[in-house]
């Protein structure tokens, strides 16, 4: 008799979903949502062969080798850049995102971010809120239009196409982008979408969309050089990661009027926002929520759990997870 596989969720979850892994393994959760140290992950980690992550633990070498037994590390998440991907392929460890699921979800919300941003939303609402709108004026708030205008997206996967098309088809955009490989042509006349190289994207564009995967390449892709190639009337939204933009460097660019205003959803170590972002009224900030639809939510986490169900041989796709980043290991 094989004695029952064991499995942590490291964060909390819709406790429904989590309850679908207890069909088929002995499950250590975390309903408390305590955040744990890497040396706390590590520990609760012991004895366990399967993962549900979200995004945020960092699942690197040192904690591969103090866990010999891991064989499944399953994200709750598209990115999964807090993964060393090299580091679990070499020890033959399964690793699954959620892409598609989140993919119109997260495109509403960087559209709405955008569009916040662009018509001064937050900001006029902090105002009447501060009890400061005594009386109406012609120029209040005034900001850049969105429809009509051109908008610029860097990274060009299933998410920034879905913003292309929401700019182009339903609100008369001008789309351009800018992407490590341009998409072929039947995929940009879908999105109404033209390839530009970055300093282009960066000249024109009025509304300019981060939605590139964080990697040691895309590190500071928008810094302080990039922030003043832009126009002073366009606006910045990052949806991506942390990282991918220079916080510091865009306060500043915010503060100096380099740029009309910003839309944040990711930050540099985050939770923490860094202290001038939160001092400059003309950026709107949320904390990580672009993908936070209930059906999406949901989604992502049973997608998490159909992947560690299969990654760990059982289920009905035992062997064949639905969405491995690293699928070379599932040949061996
Ligand atoms: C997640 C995300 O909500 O999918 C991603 O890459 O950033 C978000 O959708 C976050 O990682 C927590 O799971």
């Known amino acids: 008799e ?12 819709f406790p429904d979903i989590v309850d679908r892994l207890r069909a088929h393994f002995e499950v250590q959760d975390n309903p408390d949502d305590e955040v744990w ?64 699921v989140l993919t119109e979800t997260t495109a509403d919300f960087g559209f709405a971010l955008m569009m916040a941003a662009a018509r001064r939303i937050a900001e006029s609402e902090h105002y009447l809120r501060a009890g400061k709108w005594t009386k109406w004026r012609y120029d209040m708030f005034v900001g850049p239009d969105v429809h009509g205008a051109t908008l610029g997206i860097l990274g060009m996967g299933r998410i920034g196409q879905a913003i292309a098309r929401r700019g182009a088809h339903g609100f008369g955009m001008k789309v351009i982008y800018h992407n490590r490989s341009r998409l072929p042509e039947t995929t940009e ?32 892709a928008i810094g302080a050089v990039e922030l003043a190639q832009m126009k002073r009337t366009a606006t910045l939204t990052n949806i991506a990661r942390g990282g991918v933009v220079d916080d510091a460097a865009l306060a500043q660019a915010l503060r100096d009027g380099l740029i009309a205003a910003a839309g944040l959803d990711v930050f540099e170590g985050e939770p923490q926002v860094h202290p001038h972002l939160l001092t400059v009224p003309n950026v709107v900030l949320t904390p990580h929520i672009a993908s936070a639809s209930v059906a999406t939510r949901r989604a992502m986490a049973n997608l998490a759990v159909d992947n560690l169900i299969a990654a760990l041989g059982c289920g009905p796709d035992a062997g064949r997870p639905p969405t491995p980043v690293n699928p070379e290991v599932l040949k061996r």
Request: glycine share 6%; charged share 20%; with cysteine.
């Open 189 to 220: 006349a879908r999105c109404g979408a033209r390839y530009v190289d970055k300093a282009t994207l960066l000249r024109e564009a009025d509304h300019l969309v981060i939605v590139v995967p964080y990697s040691p390449s895309s590190h500071h």
């Open 37 to 100: 140290s890497p040396e706390g992950l590590r520990n609760a980690l012991q004895g366990k062969v399967g993962l549900v992550a979200t995004g945020s633990e960092r699942i690197d070498e040192a904690l591969l080798a103090a866990n010999p037994q891991l064989k499944a590390v399953c994200n709750m998440a598209v990115g999964y850049n807090n993964i060393d991907v090299a580091a679990c392929t070499a020890r033959g460890i399964v690793v699954t995102n959620t892409p598609d």
């Open 2 to 13: 094989t004695a029952v596989q064991k499995v942590l969720v490291a964060r909390a979850a």
